[in-house]
């Protein structure tokens, strides 16, 4: 896959910028984009599984552990099958930051938050790809370990149900941290009766209390 247009609109939010960027700010974003679209190639994988609920919690068929947490139960609340979905910038993205780091943060700053918005650019994709042949015509937004009250923990065993590190070169640490760090993993509830899933936004994030884009007054994404 290659990257599209990387939105440096919401680079620019990602980076604490409030408003429309100034010349440097956008100067930097530009050069950004055009390295990371230049030098990073991204990869997804996904896999469809059946979806159950058990005293345990929500039990996928591809995965060993149940998804525990009052949320992901209301988030498939309604499906009875559900997509994991896992996607990376690769290593390239990561190389790209540290890189900079070393003679110019601002840059590697730039290069951090482009690289950002471009895993989402490629979910988004992967997304419609993958459900453009679906056959169930209604599906839940994405839905992160670590998101709400759904375990970070839980991502060893997601990587192992979709085989993350063979198929991508998607790995987890010890504390539960994604190598490359421009990953994204999800869950995607899917139906063929409408369905809601929790709430996006802040007030569903475990991460509230202490998130750096809401001590400067702006937010991670531009549909919360």
């Not at 680079?11 to 010349?23: E, I, L, W």
């Not at 896992?86 to 110019?104: G, H």
Request: charged residues 25%.
């Amino acid at each position: 896959m290659e990257l599209l247009p990387i939105s440096k609109a919401e680079a620019a939010r990602y980076m604490g910028v409030k408003g429309a960027p100034d010349a440097a700010v956008s100067e930097l974003l530009y050069r950004a984009e055009k390295l990371v679209r230049e030098r990073v190639r991204p990869k997804y994988v996904y896999l469809e599984t059946d979806v159950s609920f058990t005293e345990e919690g929500v039990r996928l068929g591809a995965m060993t552990e149940p998804l525990t947490g009052e949320d992901i139960k209301r988030h498939l609340k309604g499906c009875k099958r559900a997509v994991l979905l896992a996607a990376t910038l690769s290593q390239e993205a990561d190389k790209l930051i540290r890189q900079a780091a070393v003679t110019d943060m601002a840059f590697s700053l730039a290069l951090d938050c482009i690289s950002s918005a471009a895993i989402e650019q490629v979910c988004d994709r992967a997304e419609k790809e993958i459900f453009s042949a679906s056959a169930y015509p209604y599906r839940t937004w994405r839905f992160s370990p670590g998101y709400g009250d759904l375990p970070i923990t839980l991502q060893r065993s997601f990587l192992l149900a979709v085989n993350a590190q063979r198929r991508i070169g998607l790995t987890v640490t010890d504390s539960c941290l994604l190598i490359p760090s421009k990953s994204v993993t999800a869950v995607i509830g899917v139906s063929d009766a409408p369905v809601r899933g929790v709430g996006r936004g802040c007030g569903s994030c475990s991460m509230k209390e202490s998130c750096a884009y809401r001590a400067t007054g702006t937010k991670c994404s531009a549909d919360m």
